[in-house]
């Protein structure tokens, strides 16, 4: 579970922006090739704002899907799973969305 330690680096992050305001929620973009779980997120950002500035901040996810560009045939797929595959059955393709893992914003104050 990869996400509590993600969690745990956001949460550093944000409290350290933060200073001593409370933050009341944080928003993330997370690629469909992260192989982040929202809900498992959500359940580590819980854990780890516990006893920070930002205990009790609320985590918005923004889910991004995933895209590749196919070398052999030249399309651009959306794909929803970690199996990067163009549609044409060729594996040289290049991921040009999905590994986003972000903090887009945070609301203090
Ligand atoms: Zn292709």
Same mark, same amino acid.
């Given at each position: 579970?990869? +996400? ?14 933060? @200073? $001593? ?9 997370? @690629? ?6 929202? $809900? ?9 704002? +516990?006893?920070?500035?930002? $205990? @009790? ?23 929803? $799973? ?17 590994? +986003? ?5 945070? +609301?203090?104050?």
């Amino acid at each position: 579970m990869h +996400e509590l330690s993600i969690a745990e680096s956001v949460v550093a992050a944000v409290c350290e922006r933060a @200073g $001593d305001r409370r933050v009341h929620s944080v928003r993330m973009r997370i @690629g469909a090739f992260t192989a982040v779980v929202p $809900d498992a997120m959500q359940f580590c950002f819980g854990l780890a704002v +516990e006893g920070t500035v930002a $205990d @009790g901040a609320r985590l918005d996810i923004e889910h991004r899907p995933g895209a590749v560009h196919c070398r052999a045939c030249g399309a651009d797929t959306d794909l929803a $799973d970690m199996l990067l595959l163009c549609p044409c059955g060729s594996a040289d393709v290049a991921v040009t969305a999905g590994r +986003e893992l972000q903090i887009v914003s945070m +609301e203090v104050g």
